[in-house]
């Protein structure tokens, strides 16, 4: 039996419910701005990174052992519109004796949202207004944005919680059409006697990251993933960033066909929450490994949307 008939026999064993649609509606600006971290502020929920956030998650280091969260970046990854292309140039040879060889190459890409990516503010808005009512129409430039670029964000360690919501389920994959509830989340949370703290790194296991070599584009398709009333239940809980498996965190499309992405907005825009997509996260689910320091820092590239990641678990 080959992986994908494995695969689709795993999906259909557990009938799950079907996403009902929620509507919503974003804010006015004078009720989401200034942030709560204050007029002009950039960094949002990275504003939880110091002293106190690593030594937090340095209590959880015990064997020093390393997962890496992160997918490999190639030509046949999961793209959809985007870009990925490297082109190794011509082995440069050095005149002197010893004859030293300089291999180098050229990427041609959207670096910052392709492979296991990280949402900066500046990626999302509500019409002309990003994060903390930043307008693109005043940051917007050829060479990036003047505010709200990834490089504010800066090297982030915190504690990690993974929320395994195919496990709770007791399937491998959940289905395309699930939406993840508030009441899943807070589920898995108390079978791992766990309970989240303001800072920590909520990182969400759907399964559909099995797909990311096998299925490439049944995984940029229809998609699991957390709905309206989860994220707006996540953000009470303070989180630095909210990640996932899948490739928007959020489920895709939403129930409510008549609105784009708005765990997007309500994140992003809104509340000044990171997101990270598209995470590698088969290793930590197996393990069970539901508490851990979580480590990643993205590429300092002044004015971009977001960066490609490689985050780390560290035990």
């Not at 509606?25 to 709560?36: F, G, V």
Request: proline residues 6%; contains cysteine.
């Amino acid at each position: 039996m080959n992986p994908g008939t494995v695969l689709a026999l795993t999906m259909l064993s557990v009938a799950l419910p079907t996403a009902h649609a929620q509507s919503w509606l974003p804010p006015a600006e004078e009720d989401r701005c200034p942030s709560r971290w204050g007029a002009g502020d950039e960094r949002g929920s990275a504003n939880h990174m110091g002293p106190s956030t690593v030594l937090r998650a340095a209590q959880l280091i015990n064997s020093g052992e390393v997962v890496e969260l992160g997918h490999v970046l190639h030509e046949t990854i999961p793209l959809g519109a985007r870009h990925f292309d490297l082109y190794l140039k011509p082995t440069g040879m050095n005149p002197q004796s010893n004859r030293r060889g300089s291999n180098e190459e050229i990427v041609v890409t959207e670096l910052g949202q392709v492979g296991t990516q990280f949402d900066g503010f500046s990626h999302q808005s509500i019409g002309d207004t990003l994060y903390n009512c930043f307008r693109i129409s005043e940051t917007l430039t050829r060479s990036g944005f003047t505010n709200l670029g990834i490089e504010n964000v800066g090297m982030l360690m915190t504690r990690g919680v993974l929320l395994d919501i195919a496990r709770l389920k007791g399937v491998d994959i959940l289905p395309e059409d699930y939406e993840i509830t508030t009441e899943d989340l807070q589920r898995a949370l108390a079978d791992a006697n766990l309970s989240l703290e303001p800072g920590n790194a909520v990182i969400i296991h759907t399964g559909w990251g099995q797909l990311w070599e096998t299925d490439v584009q049944r995984f940029l398709g229809r998609a699991p993933g957390i709905g309206i009333a989860a994220a707006e239940w996540l953000v009470t809980q303070d989180p630095m960033l909210v990640g996932a498996d899948n490739q928007p965190v959020e489920i895709q499309p939403n129930p409510d066909t008549s609105i784009s992405l708005p765990v997007h907005q309500i994140m992003l825009v809104v509340n000044g929450i990171h997101l990270l997509e598209r995470m590698k996260l088969d290793e930590l689910a197996a393990r069970q490994a539901h508490e851990f320091a979580f480590v990643m820092q993205p590429l300092k590239i002044r004015g971009a949307t977001g960066s490609t990641v490689a985050p780390a678990a560290i035990f």
